[in-house]
């Protein structure tokens, strides 16, 4: 068989001299000597050219900097330079290129889940968010981000938020659209922020532990007006979907607790744990939308206690009451305009009373390490008719029976057919 004359074979594992000149790899040099080196090449480079400069206008990093980013850098190494030994530091910036260089990825499509826990981020440059289309869940704890700033990613659904610092959430009708589980547990947020959060659409799972609260806002799940960018306004109802709500370790008592928490029509999982509660009322549904509350016996004998030694007796007042010194701080600022012209908008109708089940379709309700102590304090669960399952760990009440209680092991166990945990 001929050979060409240039190519040069195997000739055995080792030469006469023992090197490793003879081997295969160093004797069919394939791409070289077969593929001749002309200028035919030149479009292979203008290619390569053309899409390292499409993944820089996508916020891709280039293996080189180029001089501009050079000159940031210089810009940056003399800032830190500027401060050492000083105790004033740079904010730090969340924003596509931290993304990409976090995530090392040169493509923002491919991000699916962004993990920026406890890295100090303090701002955010918003428009660069929606490249990156496919990011369904930012984990975003132990910075100080604002509430407000991550609403740009198209498709967040998952956000964790908790020890940011947040206070006064300000959003519109079209922030978060798609977010279905957000947590800002730990932070300072107050019952009018509670009351903003109901304006999020799809919001299923919210979690709120952490933050001090001493109550919920009376219009926790009452419509409010949004006019779109035509100037039309549409009425829409705050918490539509929400499914599970974590409301433990804060400052909670029963004041009106149970009746703002009873309009969530969509409620099944409720966490109450480690707060100040004494007593679950009896609730009543009147009119379809108005509810009262009426205490056992052992809560009202506390309640008129307390009462006598308290100048004003807030329990008194229930949904009736039309003192807005009482709801001033969450009131919105539509409705601040509208009561000065309908004053008597909100007042109930003299109907026929319709009464409906409180809590439709609530299924869990952990209530542990509260203040319970009585029997009667627990049984008006009995009437949630989805209820399946208790905690009541921590309590009093049982604390102090060896057992559960005879009245809650025979009519919500034995009867209704509840799991009630000690």
Request: hydrophobic share 40%.
């Amino acid at each position: 068989m001929a050979t060409l004359p240039w190519i040069k074979y195997d000739s055995g594992p080792l030469s006469g001299n023992g090197n490793l000149t003879d081997l295969p790899a160093n004797c069919f040099p394939v791409r070289n000597l077969l593929r001749s080196s002309s200028s035919n090449q030149q479009w292979v480079v203008a290619l390569r050219d053309t899409e390292q400069r499409r993944f820089a206008a996508i916020l891709t990093t280039l293996s080189t900097p180029t001089p501009f980013e050079s000159e940031i850098s210089q810009k940056e190494t003399k800032k830190k330079q500027r401060w050492v030994g000083k105790e004033k530091t740079v904010e730090h910036l969340l924003d596509g290129f931290f993304i990409m260089h976090h995530c090392a990825i040169e493509d923002p499509s491919n991000v699916v889940i962004l993990n920026v826990n406890g890295l100090d981020l303090q701002d955010v440059k918003e428009d660069d968010f929606l490249l990156f289309d496919n990011i369904v869940r930012i984990d975003a704890n132990e910075n100080q981000l604002p509430f407000h700033g991550l609403r740009t990613f198209p498709q967040l659904a998952q956000l964790d938020l908790s020890f940011n610092q947040i206070k006064n959430i300000k959003l519109s009708a079209n922030d978060y659209e798609s977010l279905e589980d957000l947590n800002v547990s730990y932070n300072n947020l107050t019952m009018h922020d509670i009351e903003i959060l109901g304006m999020l659409p799809s919001l299923r799972v919210l979690r709120v532990s952490g933050n001090d609260l001493v109550g919920l806002p009376r219009r926790l799940a009452r419509a409010f007006v949004h006019a779109d960018i035509n100037g039309r306004e549409h009425v829409k109802e705050r918490f539509p979907r929400l499914e599970e709500l974590h409301l433990d370790h804060n400052k909670i008592v029963e004041d009106e607790l149970f009746i703002h928490l009873s309009s969530l029509k969509s409620l099944k999982r409720l966490y109450l744990q480690h707060n100040r509660i004494r007593t679950i009322p009896f609730l009543k549904v009147l009119q379809g939308r108005q509810v009262v509350q009426e205490y056992s016996k052992a809560a009202m004998k506390r309640k008129n206690i307390s009462a006598s030694n308290s100048p004003m007796n807030y329990f008194q007042h229930g949904l009736n009451a039309t003192g807005d010194d009482l709801i001033k701080s969450t009131i919105f600022e539509e409705d601040e305009e509208t009561s000065s012209s309908s004053p008597n908008r909100n007042l109930p109708v003299e109907e026929e009373d319709i009464t409906l089940p409180a809590f439709p379709e609530l299924q869990f309700l952990d209530i542990s390490h509260n203040l319970i102590d009585e029997e009667d304090d627990v049984m008006a669960v009995a009437s949630w008719p989805s209820l399946t399952e208790i905690i009541l760990a921590g309590n009093p009440l049982v604390q102090n029976h060896v057992g559960l209680p005879p009245l809650i092991e025979s009519f919500l166990m034995d009867r209704l057919g509840m799991k009630v945990h000690r």
